[in-house]
């Protein structure tokens, strides 16, 4: 019986080490996710790809405006993300080291070229940007239309301020308002201190003769009353009440423009799923026009186009765990159910099998740009230090909305301007 029970035992133990011998060979990924939104769709994604090969695929979303600290977090912890997000240059100085270089890997080469690929100093290729993205100002066209306006009249910052301050006066009479809560809770501020400050971040880059990754030491602020003038609209013509805006949530706002209440909400393509799935809204109701703000030749003006959802491929995961992230991420670029996703939940996707995508909004883009509109790129993902200078700037936004005057206004200006100077200092020296 002695012997029996050994042997026994001696079996479990074997077949115990065959099992963890067989998942180190094989790895695992964990893929930690940059955005909210896609969220089910990639547990769904990752539950396909663990049902067809038997590879586990976890994935844990950060939330909405989370994700620095959630990446520092887990990068810490024994189990560590194989997969995570690099946005822009300033993430590059902060998790280059960990990021291993695709260069010469199977997505690397599906890649349709080097636009959305975040390059080290040494020219090794450290993300892969995986969508190509727009924002602006989202229209409800069928609310637009019961309002007496149209599309075609919005051509510049002057006529969308009269079609929203219409809107705006009328808004008992008609059963919702112009622009959705311009929330600075912490869900919903980067659409302000990150997207809504590209604009003048671009006009100023385009006076310059500069290009995303310039990262300049100093900006000027040259149009920031520019921006002024739209955020004084955002907060004029809406619902919200502007002095309790630092508690108004993404969610929010998002729930305000999708059940009808507000004609216009300022965000990007990634929305699209979400509007036409979870709200229901018909596609043929939506567009997206660009922000406007008073700047000269601005009727020429295109969408915000860019990216700053790049994957990067942990490098100090282990060798097993880098092969099965590396195989994953191109089964998703390659692969029937995955280059359908990407097409669901996102906009332009820079690899060359991609699926073809209905997102109105993507086709809105591409309509600018192929009408001869300048599109604006993404000047902010240069910000230094960007999560320092981004909570700085919403301070001082924040307390303008609730007391606007000009002195309030005069310390977004600096947070704006002297807090670049500042923050490229601390990361430069």
């Not at 074997?14 to 769709?41: C, H, I, Q, R, W």
């Not at 940007?129 to 002057?158: K, M, P, R, W």
């Not at 820079?350 to 192929?370: I, R």
């Amino acid at each position: 019986m002695k012997k029996l029970i050994a042997l026994v035992l001696t079996l479990a133990l074997a077949l115990s080490l065959a099992a963890v011998a067989s998942a180190e060979e094989t790895g695992s990924v964990y893929y930690l996710n940059f955005k909210p939104e896609a969220d089910e769709a990639w547990q769904a994604l990752a539950a396909t790809y663990t049902e067809q090969t038997g590879v586990p695929v976890k994935v844990v979303t950060a939330a909405s405006g989370t994700y620095s600290d959630t990446l520092t977090a887990e990068m810490a912890k024994s189990e560590a993300p194989t997969i995570f997000n690099i946005g822009n240059k300033s993430g590059l100085t902060d998790w280059g080291d960990y990021a291993l270089d695709l260069t010469g890997t199977p997505i690397y080469e599906e890649r349709v070229n080097d636009d959305y690929v975040l390059f080290d100093e040494a020219g090794a290729a450290k993300a892969l940007g995986y969508c190509y993205e727009s924002f602006g100002i989202i229209v409800n066209t069928a609310l637009l239309e019961q309002a007496g306006h149209s599309l075609e009249e919005i051509t510049n910052f002057d006529s969308l301020k009269a079609v929203a301050d219409d809107i705006h006066a009328r808004a008992a009479e008609l059963g919702f308002d112009a622009f959705s809560a311009p929330g600075m809770d912490g869900s919903s501020s980067w659409r302000y201190s990150g997207h809504l400050a590209n604009v003048p971040l671009y006009y100023e880059y385009r006076d310059a003769g500069l290009n995303v990754g310039s990262l300049p030491a100093t900006v000027t602020g040259a149009y920031l009353d520019n921006f002024r003038k739209i955020w004084d609209l955002y907060i004029t013509d809406t619902a919200a009440d502007p002095t309790s805006l630092s508690t108004s949530t993404g969610d929010e706002s998002e729930a305000e423009f999708g059940e009808g209440k507000a004609v216009f909400y300022q965000n990007g393509d990634w929305e699209y799923a979400n509007l036409t799935g979870k709200f229901g809204m018909d596609p043929a109701t939506l567009a997206m026009i660009p922000i406007y703000c008073g700047v000269e030749g601005e009727e020429k003006a295109g969408l915000n186009s860019g990216t700053e959802n790049c994957w990067a491929v942990n490098a100090k995961a282990s060798e097993a765990n880098i092969q099965a992230s590396l195989d994953f991420l191109y089964w998703v670029v390659t692969s029937e159910e995955g280059t359908a996703m990407l097409a669901e939940q996102f906009s332009g996707i820079p690899f060359k099998n991609a699926a073809a995508s209905a997102n109105v909004f993507g086709a809105d883009a591409s309509e600018y740009a192929n009408a001869g509109n300048y599109t604006m790129f993404w000047a902010f993902n240069d910000t230094p230090n960007v999560d320092s200078w981004r909570a700085t700037v919403v301070t001082a936004l924040t307390a303008y909305s609730a007391d606007p005057t000009d002195d309030n206004w005069a310390q977004v200006v600096t947070a704006f301007v002297d807090g670049w100077a500042y923050e490229y200092s601390i990361v430069n020296g």
